[in-house]
């Protein structure tokens, strides 16, 4: 990932944005091995320097952190960006399709109650990388291709299926 090499020699000669930029690659794992803590320890230096930026990237992780549900969870397996066009067709479906109906709204509301739980509970099996894969694997590809072949009726229904045999295992 040749942009990290630059934001570094950039960021060494006290370009702000450049340290902002190469702190987003250890949040995202771009190009570089991913370390929130490092990420969130190089935004706070910035902070502290007035970069208004970096208080608006920790918030950001900060909310993604605190809500990290099964996708999310499962796109570390696949190798996905967080940022990255699979996850946002994913939060398309939520915020467009989902969201529209009072059944997809009711469905939303389970999923934000339930899947942090879920996620902890399989993060602490001994299964977790393998239960991670297959999820990815078995769900989230075949979710993702009817999202992008505009199947959206076969994609909430998958996803629906998967939510609840989740709840149900775990």
């Given at each position: 990932?040749?942009?990290?090499?630059?934001?570094?020699?950039?960021?060494?000669?006290?370009?702000?944005?450049?340290?902002?930029?190469?702190?987003?690659?250890?949040?995202?794992?771009?190009?570089?091995?991913?370390?929130?803590?490092?990420?969130?320890?190089?935004?706070?230096?910035?902070?502290?320097?007035?970069?208004?930026?970096?208080?608006?990237?920790?918030?950001?992780?900060?909310?993604?952190?605190?809500?990290?549900?099964?996708?999310?969870?499962?796109?570390?397996?696949?190798?996905?960006?967080?940022?990255?066009?699979?996850?946002?067709?994913?939060?398309?479906?939520?915020?467009?399709?989902?969201?529209?109906?009072?059944?997809?709204?009711?469905?939303?509301?389970?999923?934000?109650?339930?899947?942090?739980?879920?996620?902890?509970?399989?993060?602490?099996?001994?299964?977790?990388?393998?239960?991670?894969?297959?999820?990815?694997?078995?769900?989230?590809?075949?979710?993702?291709?009817?999202?992008?072949?505009?199947?959206?009726?076969?994609?909430?229904?998958?996803y629906r299926t998967m939510v609840m045999?989740?709840?149900?295992?775990?």
């Amino acid at each position: 990932y040749e942009a990290v090499r630059y934001y570094r020699l950039a960021a060494d000669q006290g370009d702000l944005l450049a340290y902002h930029n190469l702190a987003c690659c250890y949040a995202n794992g771009e190009g570089v091995e991913k370390d929130l803590d490092r990420a969130k320890k190089m935004l706070s230096e910035l902070s502290k320097q007035g970069f208004e930026l970096a208080d608006q990237t920790l918030t950001s992780i900060k909310e993604n952190e605190s809500s990290c549900f099964i996708t999310t969870a499962a796109c570390s397996v696949l190798h996905w960006s967080d940022q990255g066009p699979e996850m946002s067709a994913f939060r398309k479906f939520r915020d467009s399709v989902m969201i529209s109906t009072e059944e997809g709204r009711r469905e939303i509301e389970f999923y934000y109650r339930i899947a942090p739980t879920i996620v902890e509970r399989i993060n602490a099996s001994n299964q977790a990388v393998s239960e991670w894969s297959s999820i990815a694997e078995n769900a989230l590809v075949p979710i993702l291709n009817d999202l992008q072949a505009g199947c959206l009726h076969e994609a909430h229904a998958r996803y629906r299926t998967m939510v609840m045999e989740l709840a149900d295992r775990y």
